[in-house]
């Protein structure tokens, strides 16, 4: 699996009310849900995003309450990575549980700046700064977990079965 786009930068401990207030969890529906994303921090993210854009940010991202609202609001954008120094535990679990593919690596996610366009190996955990040519080495998932991930979820890869 691969993944190429523009990068969208944050700082360290990026919570989760950050990526999706709550005062707009009033609806279930993703797609309504995702015209917040990020708005606390970058008012102008879901005007810049495109399909396949990348997250880089740096210490504990995605930290803060539980809810599986917030990788979904970043998937549902159409961001194909979040490359972080490090996650939140709840956050990293739930973005493998939604299909939202995360690395973590901190030298990439120091270095690597905002617009610069980067691609994705995820079988081999390769992160290439494409304006840069530097490229980074991040712990790839094992298989299974790439699978939960390529077929959309963990829900999705349960009904489609081995």
């Known amino acids: 699996m691969q ?15 950050v ?10 529906d993703a797609k309504e849900l995702a015209k917040h994303c990020m708005e606390d921090i970058d008012a102008t993210f879901v005007e810049k995003v495109n399909p396949g ?9 995605g930290c803060g309450s539980s809810r599986e609202h ?3 609001t970043i998937k549902t954008n159409g961001v194909s990575c979040v490359i972080a120094k490090s996650f939140a535990r709840i956050f990293y679990r739930n973005s493998i ?4 593919p ?19 190996d995820f079988d ?7 304006t840069t040519g530097k490229t980074y080495e991040a712990q790839p998932f094992p298989p299974f977990i790439q699978k939960i ?3 959309g979820g963990l829900l999705a890869s349960i009904k489609k079965g081995k």
């Open 53 to 61: 854009d990348i997250i880089v940010a740096g210490w504990n991202f």
């Open 97 to 100: 549980n939604i299909g939202l």
């Open 124 to 130: 081999k955990g390769l992160i290439t700064n494409n």
């Open 149 to 151: 991930i390529a077929d």
């Open 102 to 120: 995360i690395l973590e690596c901190e030298q990439a996610a120091e270095e690597i700046n905002a617009g610069d366009d980067v691609s994705i």
């Open 3 to 17: 993944a190429q786009g523009r990068v969208f930068k944050y700082p360290d401990n990026v919570d989760t009310d």
């Open 19 to 28: 990526i999706i207030p709550a005062r707009y969890l009033n609806t279930p």
């Open 70 to 72: 917030a990788p979904l």
